[in-house]
């Protein structure tokens, strides 16, 4: 008993010991000036993709129902807290109050979002399941593009035409602006918010998995009508865990929106592409395995910028990589030769110990 | 008044049908038997009680409050837990996990006081750990507490999904096909293991089972059933005599 | 008149949409997966018709072949070295698996042939129909379209009632291990299926190409998620549900750039789709499947 919960203590160390000393040697580099502007400039992305990694890995792993539009939350975060910052920019001026109050905001309007699209979406299964989420974060994607929004005196003016149809006084302020998106959002977030964000991120849902609502929503994944002949209710459950997921991936959007100058809803960082990204670092690093969740968003979000004097043959080289790594984790034919090798590692181990 | 009193149960199935008139009245301790067939309807019977399957028409009442058409999460909050006949346990989850996962009505604590790992979170886990602990002994699967489920042989997942349900602390228990899959040693193992179920918990049980010797040697009541109907019912002696129980089960 | 043309123009990139659909809801019905690169396989036929017509002079019936066979090829492929060796592993597993694929075929695509649009010529020949003193004009390709897909949609229902293979797609589709014991080659089945659904793509890929004449690494992409949407639509796994499905979704999305809003046909496409999922949670002619208990 005791052993067990050691053992998941540990575990959990292990993750938060791995995130930390992984900041401090950064930061060590950073003051030697041993990182390149580039590298640098990827350090609060790359935050910002663990913490859409891990809090995937809560609906694919945990929950096991499969997502492809976890970048529509993210998108949701992003622009709400931007428009949160800019409108307060002038009223709260300590930065770190603001983004503070910036992430609350981004986090409750996505998880509001989750709650919307999983009541209806929950009821599907699998692939159409997968569909819809899809489906949720394109529009999501599309609306925002056509999105104008201003501020004058009289107060905020709507219109999802262009610029001039919000029939503003003439002091009036344009905050969002159609495809342009928002620009001049404060630039609030670091690569020392990004790191504290992520171990926030780790420690809800770790704990959240070791917990009474961990082991329900398990029990759903695992087998659906046992969990319901155990007076288990499904639809909170399923609800509760698809919106602390959308509500982490809405973290992360703030967390992005506040590291540009200008935020725009593009395919390439909204869109399903974005989506699946995160999908795959999930899978690649272990379904349910949150610390092989952070290690493959890491791997594979510096895997194209290590590969850059390939030039043209990065992308390339990501998706072989990509192929060949699912086929050795996943054929049985390579599983099996992988067992082979550690139980013959094994026994002529165990044989040298008897010599 | 019995514990559980089903008067004129039935459904059907496109055309098919699969329950007709079935009523029983079960009294509170008995261990009763319900056979037939393959295809008579017994588990159909089972997710009819459990509230999988609403019921075209007839009534469940249990311990005096009527349950017809409620749906299963709440028929478990009520009292009735089961088994199931092709075994459904939380496979990726450990042993204790899974009677943990049943005890989720008997123990309470706020998601955020568990993220936050608030003194309620430590508290009441050790409680459900003892509990769970406790319920794994009677069932002798405590060295395996932290197996993976789906890493125990056979007999042992019967004997898990049992502890299971008898976790959520039902009024009477469903058992389907216990003996299913389990040679004559397990059998006799698996029946001492219900008698004790019955004695230690004060238990009603209603079970399938195509095992006579299970069912001739532990249930003190039967209903036969036979293409959706009863065929047959009463103490167990008599009905295993009837005729027209033996014309069923060994033709002419 | 504007009505009917927006329609007929709908119908045609519906028709689009259903060949690739098509090709989409026989591998999942089959292979159970989500065959993320099929859009890919669309791009790669329309750049090998490409340089076969525009570049090397051949006629354009020939280019088509030729693509046809190149992209079969590319499909079997594909299916023996990625997907063959993970049939028994996770279906997350092949989904990503078919990920890499699709980001493999647009890098390939992106090094040999570069990353500006090729301005695709028509393959079609035929002349276009003038209607109603000129106010409603049918385009040639609008009109080959729309007549292959219906030859395609015939000639496949054709070859899976009555020919022996497609007698044996149908088995493998509804249980692999029985199809097995009945001595059907189901490695062999699920490899045709490939076949059949690369070469749909190529001709796809061509239709899709003269319609909307640039031609980039990227353009199989967003059709291919389309016409996926499609197959769900009509209730993935059913082929008249994927030809339903591709014309409704052409229909819809046409008719709501010319009447709604261009930025937000794709919202409104995909819209239609969840509240149809929503009232029929497996699609317009899917099969409802009841969990036993």
Same mark, same amino acid.
């Given at each position: 008993?005791?052993?067990?919960?050691?053992?998941?203590?540990?575990?959990?160390?292990?993750?938060?010991?791995?995130?930390?000393?992984?900041?401090?040697?950064?930061?060590?580099?950073?003051?030697?000036?041993?990182?390149?502007?580039?590298?640098?400039?990827?350090?609060?992305?790359? &935050?910002?993709?663990?913490?859409?990694?891990?809090?995937?890995?809560?609906?694919?792993?945990?929950?096991?129902?499969?997502?492809?539009?976890?970048?529509?939350?993210? &998108?949701?975060?992003?622009?709400?807290?931007?428009?949160?910052?800019? &409108?307060?920019?002038? +009223?709260?001026?300590?930065?770190?109050?603001?983004?503070?109050? $910036?992430?609350?905001?981004?986090?409750?309007? $996505?998880?509001?979002?989750?709650?919307?699209?999983?009541?209806?979406?929950?009821?599907?299964?699998?692939?159409?399941?997968?569909?819809?989420?899809? $489906?949720?974060?394109?529009?999501?994607?599309?609306?925002?593009?056509?999105?104008?929004?201003?501020?004058?005196?009289?107060?905020?003016?709507?219109?999802?035409?262009?610029?001039?149809?919000?029939?503003?006084?003439?002091?009036?302020?344009?905050?969002?602006?159609?495809?342009?998106?928002?620009?001049?959002?404060?630039?609030?977030?670091?690569?020392?918010?990004?790191?504290?964000?992520?171990?926030?991120?780790?420690?809800?849902?770790?704990?959240?998995?070791?917990?009474?609502?961990?082991?329900?929503?398990?029990?759903?994944?695992?087998?659906?009508?046992?969990?319901?002949?155990?007076?288990?209710?499904?639809?909170?459950?399923?609800?509760?865990?698809?919106?602390?997921?959308?509500?982490?991936?809405?973290?992360?959007?703030?967390?992005?929106?506040?590291?540009?100058?200008?935020?725009? $809803?593009?395919?390439?960082?909204?869109?399903?592409?974005?989506?699946?990204?995160?999908?795959?670092?999930?899978?690649?690093?272990?379904?349910?395995?949150?610390?092989?969740?952070?290690?493959?968003?890491?791997?594979?979000?510096?895997?194209?910028?290590?590969?850059?004097?390939?030039?043209?043959?990065?992308?390339?080289?990501?998706?072989?990589?990509?192929?060949?790594?699912?086929?050795?984790?996943?054929?049985?034919?390579?599983?099996?030769?992988?067992?082979?090798?550690?139980?013959?590692?094994? +026994?002529? &181990?165990?044989?040298?110990?008897?010599? | 008044?019995?514990?559980?009193?089903?008067?004129?149960?039935?459904?059907?199935?496109?055309?098919?049908?699969?329950?007709?008139?079935?009523?029983?009245?079960?009294?509170?301790?008995?261990?009763?038997?319900?056979?037939?067939?393959?295809?008579?309807?017994?588990?159909?019977?089972?997710?009819?009680?459990?509230?999988?399957?609403? /019921?075209?028409?007839?009534?469940?009442?249990?311990?005096?409050?009527?349950?017809?058409? !409620?749906?299963?999460?709440?028929?478990?909050?009520?009292?009735?837990?089961?088994?199931?006949?092709?075994?459904?346990?939380?496979?990726?989850?450990?042993?204790?996990?899974?009677?943990?996962?049943?005890?989720?009505?008997?123990?309470?604590?706020? =998601?955020?006081?568990?993220?936050?790992?608030?003194?309620?979170?430590? !508290?009441?886990?050790?409680?459900?750990?003892?509990?769970?602990?406790?319920?794994?002994?009677?069932?002798?699967?405590?060295?395996?507490?932290?197996?993976?489920?789906?890493?125990? /042989?056979?007999?042992?997942?019967? !004997?898990?999904?049992?502890?299971?349900?008898?976790? =959520?602390? /039902?009024?009477?228990?469903?058992?389907?096909? /216990?003996?299913?899959?389990?040679?004559?040693?397990?059998?006799?193992?698996?029946?001492?293991?219900?008698?004790?179920?019955?004695?230690?918990?004060?238990? =009603?049980?209603?079970?399938?089972?195509?095992?006579?010797?299970?069912?001739?040697?532990?249930?003190?009541?039967?209903?036969?059933?036979?293409?959706?109907?009863?065929?047959?019912?009463?103490?167990?002696?008599?009905?295993?005599?009837? !005729?027209?129980?033996?014309?069923?089960?060994?033709?002419? | 008149?504007?009505?009917?043309?927006?329609?007929?123009?709908?119908?045609?990139?519906?028709?689009?949409?259903?060949?690739?659909?098509?090709?989409?809801?026989?591998?999942?019905?089959?292979?159970?997966?989500?065959?993320?690169?099929?859009?890919?396989?669309?791009?790669?036929?329309?750049?090998?018709?490409?340089?076969?017509?525009?570049?090397?002079?051949?006629?354009?019936?020939?280019?088509?072949?030729?693509?046809?066979?190149?992209?079969?090829?590319?499909?079997?492929?594909?299916?023996?070295?990625?997907?063959?060796?993970?049939?028994?592993?996770?279906?997350?597993?092949?989904?990503?698996?078919?990920?890499?694929?699709?980001?493999?075929?647009?890098?390939?695509?992106?090094?040999?042939?570069?990353?500006?649009?090729?301005?695709?010529?028509?393959?079609?020949?035929?002349?276009?129909?003038?209607?109603?003193?000129?106010?409603?004009?049918?385009?040639?390709?609008?009109?080959?379209?729309?007549?292959?897909?219906?030859?395609?949609?015939?000639?496949?229902?054709?070859?899976?009632?009555?020919?022996?293979?497609?007698?044996?797609?149908?088995?493998?589709?509804?249980?692999?291990?029985?199809?097995?014991?009945?001595?059907?080659?189901?490695?062999?089945?699920?490899?045709?299926?490939?076949?059949?659904?690369?070469?749909?793509?190529?001709?796809?890929?061509?239709?899709?190409?003269?319609?909307?004449?640039?031609?980039?690494?990227?353009?199989?992409?967003?059709?291919?998620?389309?016409?996926?949407?499609?197959?769900?639509?009509?209730?993935?796994?059913?082929?008249?549900?994927?030809?339903?499905?591709?014309?409704?979704?052409?229909?819809?999305?046409?008719?709501?750039?010319?009447?709604?809003?261009?930025?937000?046909?794709?919202?409104?496409?995909?819209?239609?789709?969840?509240?149809?999922?929503?009232?029929?949670?497996?699609?317009?002619?899917?099969?409802?499947?009841?969990?036993?208990?």
């Amino acid at each position: 008993m005791k052993n067990k919960f050691n053992k998941q203590t540990k575990d959990n160390l292990i993750t938060y010991g791995m995130v930390i000393a992984a900041f401090i040697i950064m930061q060590i580099l950073l003051s030697m000036g041993k990182v390149s502007s580039l590298m640098e400039g990827l350090l609060v992305p790359l &935050c910002t993709y663990v913490i859409l990694a891990v809090s995937l890995n809560l609906t694919v792993g945990i929950l096991g129902e499969l997502s492809l539009g976890h970048a529509g939350f993210m &998108c949701v975060g992003a622009f709400s807290s931007a428009l949160f910052s800019k &409108c307060t920019e002038a +009223t709260i001026t300590n930065s770190g109050i603001r983004f503070f109050f $910036a992430i609350l905001v981004g986090a409750a309007v $996505a998880a509001v979002f989750g709650i919307l699209i999983g009541i209806p979406v929950l009821r599907l299964k699998g692939d159409y399941l997968a569909i819809v989420t899809l $489906a949720f974060g394109e529009i999501i994607k599309n609306f925002i593009n056509v999105v104008y929004l201003g501020r004058d005196s009289k107060g905020f003016h709507f219109s999802m035409k262009d610029t001039m149809s919000l029939n503003m006084e003439a002091d009036g302020e344009v905050l969002i602006k159609g495809a342009q998106g928002i620009t001049g959002t404060p630039n609030d977030s670091n690569f020392i918010v990004g790191i504290v964000l992520v171990l926030v991120t780790i420690f809800i849902i770790t704990n959240l998995v070791n917990s009474r609502t961990g082991r329900a929503v398990m029990a759903i994944r695992d087998n659906r009508i046992a969990a319901e002949s155990l007076g288990i209710n499904i639809t909170k459950y399923k609800l509760l865990a698809f919106s602390i997921s959308a509500s982490l991936a809405g973290v992360a959007g703030v967390l992005y929106a506040h590291n540009l100058s200008t935020l725009t $809803a593009l395919p390439k960082n909204f869109g399903y592409n974005m989506s699946i990204m995160i999908l795959v670092f999930v899978v690649l690093g272990g379904i349910g395995n949150i610390r092989g969740s952070i290690i493959a968003a890491v791997i594979l979000t510096l895997l194209p910028e290590l590969l850059r004097g390939l030039n043209d043959y990065r992308m390339l080289i990501y998706a072989i990589v990509l192929i060949a790594m699912m086929l050795f984790n996943w054929s049985p034919k390579a599983i099996e030769v992988k067992e082979k090798i550690s139980t013959k590692f094994r +026994t002529s &181990c165990k044989g040298k110990k008897e010599v | 008044m019995a514990l559980l009193e089903v008067k004129n149960l039935g459904i059907s199935f496109g055309g098919l049908r699969a329950v007709n008139n079935f009523s029983v009245q079960i009294e509170k301790g008995q261990l009763y038997g319900l056979i037939g067939p393959n295809g008579a309807g017994k588990t159909t019977i089972f997710n009819l009680l459990t509230g999988v399957y609403k /019921p075209d028409e007839g009534s469940v009442v249990l311990d005096g409050k009527n349950i017809t058409g !409620k749906s299963n999460i709440d028929i478990n909050k009520e009292g009735i837990a089961r088994t199931f006949q092709n075994i459904r346990l939380f496979k990726d989850m450990s042993v204790l996990d899974n009677v943990k996962a049943g005890l989720h009505n008997q123990y309470h604590y706020s =998601t955020i006081e568990g993220i936050l790992r608030l003194p309620r979170y430590h !508290k009441v886990e050790k409680e459900m750990n003892e509990k769970a602990m406790e319920l794994l002994k009677v069932f002798s699967l405590e060295e395996e507490a932290n197996y993976l489920a789906s890493n125990l /042989p056979y007999g042992k997942q019967r !004997k898990l999904e049992i502890a299971r349900a008898l976790a =959520t602390n /039902p009024k009477l228990l469903l058992l389907d096909e /216990p003996a299913a899959g389990m040679n004559p040693n397990e059998t006799k193992e698996l029946m001492d293991t219900i008698s004790f179920v019955r004695k230690h918990f004060d238990m =009603t049980i209603l079970l399938i089972e195509h095992d006579m010797k299970l069912v001739s040697g532990i249930c003190e009541k039967l209903t036969v059933l036979n293409f959706g109907e009863v065929l047959a019912e009463g103490k167990t002696n008599e009905v295993l005599n009837n !005729k027209a129980v033996i014309t069923a089960y060994l033709g002419e | 008149m504007s009505f009917i043309s927006y329609l007929v123009n709908g119908i045609s990139l519906g028709s689009v949409y259903a060949i690739i659909a098509l090709g989409y809801t026989m591998v999942y019905g089959i292979a159970k997966m989500l065959n993320f690169a099929h859009g890919d396989v669309i791009m790669i036929g329309g750049y090998v018709a490409f340089l076969t017509v525009s570049g090397m002079g051949l006629p354009p019936v020939l280019g088509v072949l030729i693509s046809m066979v190149v992209c079969t090829v590319l499909g079997v492929t594909i299916e023996k070295i990625a997907y063959k060796p993970l049939r028994m592993a996770s279906p997350l597993a092949v989904l990503i698996t078919a990920i890499g694929v699709s980001y493999l075929l647009q890098n390939i695509a992106l090094l040999l042939f570069g990353a500006s649009p090729k301005a695709f010529t028509s393959m079609v020949s035929v002349p276009a129909i003038v209607l109603a003193d000129g106010q409603l004009t049918i385009s040639g390709e609008t009109i080959v379209t729309i007549v292959a897909c219906i030859v395609i949609m015939i000639g496949l229902n054709l070859f899976i009632k009555k020919s022996k293979a497609g007698r044996a797609m149908l088995a493998v589709s509804e249980d692999k291990g029985a199809a097995q014991l009945m001595g059907i080659n189901v490695n062999g089945t699920i490899a045709l299926t490939f076949a059949i659904g690369s070469a749909l793509a190529a001709i796809a890929g061509v239709l899709l190409c003269s319609a909307y004449p640039t031609l980039t690494p990227y353009t199989g992409s967003m059709p291919g998620i389309k016409a996926f949407v499609a197959a769900v639509f009509g209730g993935i796994g059913s082929i008249p549900g994927a030809f339903l499905g591709g014309i409704l979704l052409g229909v819809i999305e046409n008719l709501s750039k010319a009447y709604i809003s261009s930025q937000m046909a794709d919202a409104i496409v995909f819209g239609v789709l969840i509240v149809v999922l929503l009232v029929r949670p497996t699609g317009i002619l899917g099969k409802n499947i009841r969990e036993k208990v």
